[in-house]
């Protein structure tokens, strides 16, 4: 029984959705004739070329980017490191740069596909569902905006503080306190609504980000000696875990998985929650906006993630391999160059990452619970998802990580199929290029021609 349910949890959201993604990003990625490398270092410069309101899009990405940095960057990639070893961070990295043109062009459809509602617009995988297919294809906005509801919980919530509590003590009654303190801050923050929650995340997402990647930093410094090695056990471990692991991983597929389902956990392309937050400045275009998912994916994989899984690797610490050793081994690298006080260091990176990707996920639940109960339901929402924080925080953390990917895996899974039947609009919108929108509906399969 045990043996079907782990295989299932690798299918659907380890395998598949990689499948998918390779798939899916590899068909954009020629399409556009290579649209997120050509646009890589533009996207860095998105600020200076965007006209209209550049504030409200640098605090849409910040949301955007706070829901992603979370302590997947730093838990999520330990436990990739020591379940699949260095191979897995390889995997991480080609579903983030095939991922790259999937977010992009999730962003693009959430700003193309968006609605008005009020003196605000709402965007998103529901929304491109609902205006850029046929009716039949409704349920699946319902289904997506089910798993998205219940994924916030999970994902957004109580993975972050359950690893953040962790981080501080083992202690019930400690985690306990933690997690009533986080659950008061993030209602503080998401009872004022988004423009309070994007505020927040504009000032918290920059000063912790420049933080950890320092510390990191610092460790890769006094081992530079080690940092080629490390690239040389990635490339390896990435083929012949074996080699690299003693034998205690030995499956390229079980490395793929692992470094899949981190990676998409991590950066979220694919997942298609970033086109929420996209798709709510005024002034938003599809192609100029869709920079931003470019942008995301590189910071939190290509850079965050890799600067993680490098200092563990260099620090010289001993990896259990084939076991799952989160905190404890990001501390023992850490703890390599600062001592005694990495402990403490880890778990502020932890506690304000987590607050960070709990808030900015409560965007999305909100836009989900909308979508789905109305605003009454969004109230509730609003009182509901501080009490979760709570209880993440003493609950187990295996199970709610497990959980937290099957779902993430399945709204990949809804999003990537939605996307290959809007794959024309996809390579229309990011080529700048017009739809005609009298054909918008008339989607009957796969890459429609």
């Known amino acids: 029984m045990n043996i079907t349910l782990n295989f299932l949890e690798r299918l659907f959201s380890g395998s598949f959705p990689f499948v998918l993604t390779v798939f899916l990003g590899g068909y954009f990625t020629l399409k556009t004739r290579f649209f997120q490398f050509k646009n890589l270092v533009p996207s860095f410069f998105f600020l200076r070329e965007k006209k209209g309101d550049r504030k409200a899009s640098f605090l849409a990405m910040c949301n955007s980017l706070s ?80 798993l998205g509801l219940a994924s916030s919980f999970f994902c957004g919530n109580v993975t972050q503080i359950n690893s ?92 793929i998985s692992i470094g899949a389902s981190k990676g998409i956990f991590s950066n979220e392309a694919g997942l298609g929650t970033a086109a929420i937050a996209h798709a709510t400045p005024e002034n938003a275009t599809p192609k100029q906006q869709s920079l931003f998912g470019i ?23 001993i990896i259990d391999y084939g076991t799952v050793s989160d905190k404890l081994l990001t501390v023992s690298a850490f703890s390599t160059v600062y001592g005694n006080f990495s402990e403490y260091l880890l778990s502020v ?6 607050i960070s990707s709990v808030i900015g996920w409560a965007t999305y639940g909100i836009s989900f619970a909308d979508f789905l109960l109305g605003k009454k339901a969004v109230k509730i929402y609003v009182f509901i998802y501080p009490i979760v924080s709570v209880i993440g925080a003493v609950s187990s953390g295996v199970i709610v990580w497990r959980l937290a990917e099957l779902f993430n895996g399945f709204m990949v899974i809804i999003n990537l199929l939605v996307m290959s039947f809007l794959s024309k609009e996809v390579i229309l919108l990011l080529k700048g290029n017009k739809i005609d929108k009298t054909k918008d509906k008339k989607h009957k399969g796969f890459f429609k021609k």
Request: aromatic fraction near 12%; glycine fraction near 14%.
């Open 67 to 146: 829901a992603a940095i979370g302590t997947g960057n730093i838990v999520g990639v330990a436990a990739a490191v020591s379940l699949g070893g260095a191979g897995a961070i390889f995997w991480m990295w080609i579903t983030a740069l095939l991922g790259m043109v999937i977010k992009a062009g999730e962003i693009a459809l959430g700003v193309y596909y968006r609605e008005k509602n009020g003196d605000n617009f709402q965007g998103g995988p529901i929304f491109y569902i609902k205006n850029g297919l046929n009716k039949k294809w409704g349920f699946l906005a319902t289904a997506f905006a089910v």
């Open 295 to 317: 942008f995301e994916v590189f910071i939190d994989t290509i850079l965050i993630c890799t600067l993680t899984g490098l200092t563990i690797l260099t620090s010289g610490v």
């Open 164 to 255: 953040a509590a962790l981080a501080v003590s083992q202690n019930h009654f400690t985690r306990f306190i933690i997690g009533g303190l986080a659950g008061c801050i993030i209602f503080f923050v998401i009872r004022g609504g988004v423009k309070k929650i994007y505020g927040f995340l504009g000032l918290l997402l920059p000063f912790m980000s420049v933080l950890y990647i320092l510390l990191c930093v610092g460790v890769l410094a006094l081992n530079y000696e080690e940092i080629a090695p490390a690239f040389l056990k990635i490339f390896v471990g990435a083929f012949s875990p074996k080699s690299v692991t003693g034998g205690a991983v030995g499956s390229v597929i079980s490395v």
């Open 349 to 354: 990176m932890l506690l304000l990452f987590g």
